[in-house]
């Protein structure tokens, strides 16, 4: 194993370890919004950071990591299928999304196609598990707070990544 492998498995611990710190982090800590349900989905930045530094396969695997390990340790099934089918959707979208970064589309461009997408997701799952298509109503809402957390989580991930770079993926 050369070193530039052993820092790619170093940066893929460390993100999913911190994708799992900030997913509990987050989940103590309500926003001051009278809207149910609603993040900042923090741990996307892991995510994004990921995409952008390691690739589709690895970002997902991170993904599938961080939803596993928090349902199991805090969330329950509940949270695992919620999670789960939002986390696939945003990072389909995110990473349709990089595949034309170098068609103008940026980091910012694929958080908010990942913010929307993931609750999407989440509104699917919810409708099927209430049994009602009345839940769809509320999509507007979360599809207008997926855009703005994408463009939060995304800023910073664009900060973020330049910097990871310089450490972790620099060739010897």
């Known amino acids: 194993m050369n070193h530039r492998d052993v820092r790619r498995m170093t940066l893929s611990a460390i993100l999913t370890a911190v994708a799992i710190a900030i997913h509990f982090a987050e989940s103590l800590f ?23 530094l390691l690739g589709p ?8 990591l961080r939803v596993f ?10 949270a695992l299928i919620f999670s789960l089918a939002g986390g696939i959707l945003s990072i389909a979208a995110m990473t349709l999304v990089w595949k034309y970064r170098n068609k103008g589309f940026g980091i910012v461009s694929a958080s908010v196609a990942g913010g929307v997408c993931h609750n999407i997701g989440q509104i ?8 009602t298509k009345s839940i769809f109503y509320y999509l507007p809402v979360l599809i207008v707070t997926g855009v703005a957390t994408g463009i939060i989580t995304g800023i910073v991930a664009g900060i973020v990544i330049p910097r990871l770079r310089n450490v972790y993926c620099r060739d010897e």
Request: zero cysteines.
């Open 124 to 131: 699917l799952v919810a409708a099927v598990v209430m049994r």
């Open 57 to 64: 396969l690895v970002s997902f695997v991170i993904l599938l």
């Open 30 to 52: 309500a926003l001051p919004v009278a809207i149910p349900g609603i993040k900042l989905g923090l741990s996307n930045i892991v995510s994004l950071v990921a995409l952008y």
């Open 69 to 78: 390990m928090t349902s199991f340790l805090y969330g329950g099934f509940s």
